[in-house]
């Protein structure tokens, strides 16, 4: 069973920095695209970043140099940096495994990050 | 950037049939995705590239895309049903959309 657990979801000052981490079970990151998106409370989805096999990755304009996406292949985890958090960026952040480009097939439990000072 | 746009809710009596829209410019043109959330669990894909199912989903949930609306059909709607409904699609590579999202109430 695909199993996806993030690890990392904190309390946070505005401003500052944060590593969301998430390991894979049953489900190769290295071979598969992954990515995370977050749930604002009471909102809706908002994606934020991908991986390909490759090691290809790519993001919405908005996140852009904010946000980074990267993967140990050896450890079969997938993280998040996250810079310059404010509060806006309090939300659950779930890590995705995708069996094909388009769908996101097997979700994490999510990881909850908030920003407040 | 495009916009998805759903219904905010939906109420449907159990054994009846459910049908949840989502909006978007040409969105025929699109593969489109839709995930059911519960409340306090992640998402879980439920109709992929318009109107395939993923393994262990029941065949009551189907999905057709034409247009500007695609359309996530639940028949035979159980107390289970209950949850909160997202249409996706990717609009470019930099561009993966959610709609706004539909509650389905079953009464």
């Known amino acids: 069973e695909v199993q996806l657990v993030e690890s990392g979801g904190t309390l946070i000052q505005p401003g500052g920095s944060l590593r969301l981490s998430c390991a894979a079970s049953?489900?190769?990151?290295?071979?598969?695209?992954m990515s995370w998106v977050r749930q604002a409370p009471g909102q809706g989805l908002e994606w934020l970043a991908i991986i390909a096999p490759g090691g290809y990755t790519n993001y919405p304009e908005l996140m852009m140099g904010r946000f980074t996406i990267s993967r140990d292949n050896s450890e079969n985890t997938l993280s998040l940096q996250m810079n310059t958090l404010a509060a806006v960026d309090t939300a659950i952040y779930y890590c995705v495994g995708m069996l094909t480009v388009r769908t996101f097939d097997y979700w994490g439990q999510g990881a909850l990050v908030t920003v407040s000072s | 950037s495009y916009v998805l746009t759903q219904s905010p809710s939906v109420s449907v009596a159990p054994g009846q049939t459910a049908r949840i829209t989502c909006g978007g410019n040409?969105?025929?043109?699109?593969?489109v995705h839709w995930y059911q959330q519960k409340p306090g669990q992640a998402p879980l894909l439920v109709v992929h590239d318009d109107s395939a199912r993923p393994s262990g989903i029941p065949e009551r949930f189907s999905g057709s895309n034409s247009g500007n609306t695609a359309t996530l059909t639940i028949t035979r709607v159980e107390a289970g049903d209950e949850a909160d409904y997202f249409c996706h699609v990717w609009h470019t590579s930099r561009d993966s959309v959610f709609g706004t999202g539909t509650k389905v109430t079953v009464l």
């Open positions: 049953d489900f190769s990151v290295g071979s598969n695209y």
């Open positions: 040409n969105i025929g043109s699109k593969s």
